[in-house]
């Protein structure tokens, strides 16, 4: 008669593969999570430049910028995906300069915590890096 032979799988050859896992869960999350922390910050390059076109096209309409976004079109006080919130704020005549501040889980976002749009005669500025601007 033939000797049985135990199916499956060693207590050793169980934590190896665990101990492993771990290993690569460890390098690759933070990872994972700053490259989506990055794509999040999208949401506040589409809001500040909603808030562009709406501003060129009431400069056209009225001649100056918008003092306050309740008088541009489609421009709320956060981003579409509600990860930043949105401020306008007059530095001239013709000059302003907006700002998405991140909230909620995108405060994460240590090097761009908030995203700046300066714009003076129809020339605009992103700040505060062409990094946070995914550029």
Wanted: aromatic share 6%; net charge positive; proline share 5%.
């Amino acid at each position: 008669m033939a000797p049985l032979h135990a199916r499956g799988f060693t207590l050793v050859e169980v934590s190896v593969v665990l101990c492993v896992t771990g290993v690569l869960a460890a390098v690759a999350l933070p990872s994972y999570r700053q490259h989506g922390l990055r794509m999040a910050r999208l949401d506040a390059v589409q809001a500040l430049t909603r808030l562009q076109a709406a501003q060129e096209q009431h400069r056209a309409l009225h001649g100056l910028y918008a003092s306050e976004m309740a008088a541009l079109r489609g421009v709320t006080p956060t981003s579409p995906q509600q990860r930043y919130a949105v401020a306008l704020q007059p530095t001239g005549p013709d000059s302003y300069r907006a700002t998405a501040s991140a909230q909620g889980l995108q405060v994460d976002d240590r090097d761009c915590r908030a995203l700046t749009l300066e714009v003076a005669q129809g020339f605009a500025q992103a700040g505060p890096t062409a990094q946070c601007w995914n550029r």
